[in-house]
């Protein structure tokens, strides 16, 4: 172990050494404008600092930093202002108009104008990766501070793929672009070396507040590799993990971040049958009896306690603590009740105490992915639970491309959350190609009856409360009185070891991934 850290410690030192030497903790808090943080190699952007390719706009939304986009969320989760000075719909929300400021300079002297945002938003919807910008018709610059978005569909949380999307300018925009971006953010990329480090530095001619921190140097690494980098003084803040948390080190304290990154299970809500040579749908959890005596069968506490040393909440939906959460979700912990719900509908115990109803056996396959040692803790605490309720349970580690064909007939361990309605769409919402929901065969038409109407509101917040009634409406839902398709257990805190005297601002909830998000304020980040 000691070589191995020895060996974790010259690799960090290289990498630093590459910014500028490897820094000493005297050294380091000498700089009181700079910082040095960690993220995970997977934060790495493979397509570069694009939107179109996911930087800023990807899976797990973040601010782009290089960029500047037209709002922001606040920290509340309510919308505000960057590029923007005011917005506008129309009644039928197909037409949304943006004024933006007339005082902001990309990095090479140029005007940002409408034509730019335009230019942005179209060439998203032609090229994007990752996001899906189909409802997006057509942008258009009416003048050079207005610009229009072209709907072919109403589409009401517009305003968070606004805070998210960084405007690129026409003229400086190629191929290559994500290589060397040009922005008009609060950062200028300075140096990207790839697999080890990107440096920023503060954009002297930012229009906003000018940045504390004048340097950002995010060295991308394994979460030992971190470990070592915080014990031996190299970098500012770490990433780290719940089975690191009670480590104590001279210099640097622990610092939590509360999340709507979530784990959970889906269970499929259909029977079983074949379809074009895969399995779709489970004849035990099929029974919506089966599924509510799962969810409140689970004891998320004590999973908080022992797989994440207490650093987590408990999940009960996969938007917790969103200003469109329905906290008709809470459940309370009842194993004894479970245990009558299943006996009531009908599945009794074996003579190996495993239950069976017509024929069917009581047992799941909970899949996990092979190379995250947190989802293989939970599902393996997961089947001891199910195992008390007379349910057999099994574990398996999987590759993707398993685990998407595999979740269809049995459960996945999951992570989500995003600062935006759509992850409830996604995951709940009838495709037309299926008939079923993407990630688990589920349907209900009361419930994308309610999602449509939400993303048809013209009002955002008044699209909340459809929101809401998409997953209980007192009759019908995704709750444990309706379909409970999908069973909720923690919401992961993201922590990090960052050095004694550096004043982290205050965060955002941060959404799915341990990366880009807790540098989304890095330029408020302060030395005492």
Not at 49 to 64: I, K, Q, R, S
Not at 235 to 259: I, K, P, Q, R
Not at 336 to 344: G, P, Q
């Amino acid at each position: 172990m000691k070589k191995r850290m020895l060996a974790l410690f010259s690799a960090v030192c290289l990498t630093v050494s590459m910014a500028g030497g490897c820094i000493s903790v005297s050294a380091a808090e000498e700089k009181k404008d700079e910082v040095i943080v960690t993220m995970p190699v997977t934060s790495e952007p493979e397509a570069g600092f694009d939107p179109a390719y996911g930087w800023g706009a990807g899976e797990h939304v973040h601010e782009p930093l290089i960029q500047s986009t037209l709002t922001i969320t606040n920290t509340d989760l309510s919308i505000g202002m960057d590029l923007a000075t005011d917005y506008s719909v129309s009644e039928d929300g197909l037409t949304w108009t943006v004024k933006i400021r007339d005082d902001v300079k990309f990095t090479d002297g140029e005007p940002l104008t409408a034509k730019d945002v335009a230019f942005t938003y179209n060439n998203c919807r032609d090229n994007s990766s990752v996001n899906d910008f189909s409802m997006l018709e057509e942008a258009v610059a009416t003048d050079d501070t207005t610009v229009e978005f072209h709907l072919n569909r109403a589409f009401s949380i517009w305003p968070y793929t606004m805070a998210v999307v960084g405007i690129v300018p026409e003229h400086a925009y190629d191929e290559n672009y994500g290589q060397n971006p040009v922005g008009s953010g609060r950062y200028i990329m300075k140096q990207w070396d790839k697999g080890q480090q990107v440096i920023f530095e503060a954009n002297p001619d930012y229009y906003g507040e000018e940045p504390s921190m004048k340097k950002v140097t995010v060295l991308f690494m394994e979460e030992d590799a971190a470990l070592a980098a915080a014990q031996s003084g190299t970098v500012d803040v770490a990433h780290t993990a719940a089975s690191y948390s009670d480590m104590e080190f001279d210099g640097y304290s622990l610092f939590n971040v509360v999340t709507v990154d979530n784990r959970g299970l889906n269970l499929p809500a259909a029977p079983a049958e074949e379809k074009d040579g895969v399995v779709v749908g489970n004849d035990f959890t099929s029974d919506v009896n089966v599924r509510r005596a799962i969810n409140i069968g689970i004891d998320r506490d004590e999973m908080i306690e022992n797989v994440l040393n207490g650093y987590g909440t408990p999940a009960y939906s996969v938007c917790d603590k969103m200003p469109w959460y329905n906290d008709e979700a809470v459940t309370e912990y009842d194993p004894e009740e479970a245990v009558k719900i299943l006996e009531d509908a009908g599945w009794k115990a074996g003579d190996d105490g495993i239950r069976e109803k017509d024929g069917v056996r009581a047992e799941l396959n909970i899949l996990y992915p092979a190379s995250d040692s947190v989802r293989q803790a939970l599902a393996e605490d997961t089947k001891n639970q199910l195992t008390e309720l007379g349910i057999a349970a099994s574990t398996e580690g999987v590759d993707w491309d398993t685990a998407y064909s595999g979740a269809l007939s049995q459960p996945l361990m999951w992570g989500w959350g995003a600062h935006t309605p759509m992850e409830l769409y996604n995951i709940y919402h009838t495709m037309k190609e299926t008939g079923t929901a993407e990630y688990s065969p589920y349907a209900n038409e009361t419930v994308d009856k309610y999602m449509d109407e939400a993303l048809m509101c013209s009002d955002l917040e008044e699209s909340y409360d459809l929101w809401k009634k998409a997953q209980w409406d007192g009759e019908s839902g995704i709750t444990q009185e309706g379909d409970i398709p999908w069973i909720w257990l923690c919401n992961v805190d993201h922590l990090y070891f960052v050095r004694d005297g550096l004043k982290i601002a205050e965060q955002k909830i941060h959404p799915h991934g341990h990366g880009w998000s807790i540098v989304n304020n890095v330029d408020q980040w302060s030395w005492e």
